[in-house]
């Protein structure tokens, strides 16, 4: 697939997505009016992530989510924040399958439409609003961001391009993380090399040995 064919398609999709999301940006949302907006608004205030903030999220996730109350410290500009942070997320994802998903025009154009249809559908874009949220799932959460790194590791050790990544996430999967994978993808790694068969009969080898001193 043509890089200004691919190009095309995930200026397109992220059009799309922008004409679905940026309508919604503000919406109310319970998660960051009474959980995150206040954490970062303490945290900007010298309290301490983890001690003093209980943060649902790893470390790395702190910077993320606090980044928008150093813009408005408002509950509302925080709001607006966060969400427009998760639609730059968003984007990002699309122009990564678009961009670095191996495969002809068939399989990368099924892979953006497979992502925008699960994002916009999960996030009550099109259903109807949640009891708890306005807003869409994908803008009050921060769900995007692992999503984003982990596809980016998942790619670049398809293409043979970060052996490091690669083995710190299979390493992560292999502990019960869900693993993400695109057709035609390897998610698994190499099979292991063949077992020595007298590694399975320490006692057949033996007798070999045996036999060649005789």
């Known amino acids: ?22 309508p919604t940006i503000g919406d109310w949302s319970s998660i960051l009016i009474n959980d995150f907006a206040p954490q970062a608004q303490a945290i900007k205030g010298g309290d301490l992530p983890y001690r003093d903030q209980r943060i649902e999220y790893p470390p790395l996730s702190v910077p ?17 924040g966060f969400m427009w942070e998760m639609l730059a997320f968003d984007l990002a994802i699309l122009v990564l399958i678009a961009l670095a998903l191996p495969g002809e025009v068939k ?15 999960l996030s009550g874009v099109v259903l109807d609003r949640s009891l ?13 961001v692992p999503t984003l790194f982990v596809l980016a590791a998942v790619l670049a050790r398809d293409r043979n391009r970060s052996a490091t990544w690669s083995v710190a996430f299979r390493r992560r999967g292999d502990q019960g993380l869900p693993a ?3 057709p035609g993808s390897d ?10 068969p007298r590694r399975s009969d320490p006692a057949r080898h033996q007798r070999g040995d045996r036999d060649l001193d005789g």
Do not use: K, N
């Open 64 to 80: 993320v989510l606090i980044a928008p109350i150093y813009v408005d410290d408002s509950t509302q500009g925080f709001v607006d």
């Open 180 to 182: 993400l994978s695109l």
């Open 1 to 22: 697939m043509a890089i200004r064919w691919r190009a095309t398609a995930a200026a397109l999709v992220c059009a799309l997505h922008l004409a679905l999301f940026i």
């Open 107 to 121: 399989r990368v154009l099924s892979a953006l439409g497979i992502y925008t249809v699960g994002v916009v559908t």
């Open 187 to 196: 998610a698994r790694g190499a099979e292991p090399p063949p077992r020595d």
């Open 132 to 144: 708890i949220d306005y807003g869409p799932l994908a803008l009050d959460r921060f769900d995007l």
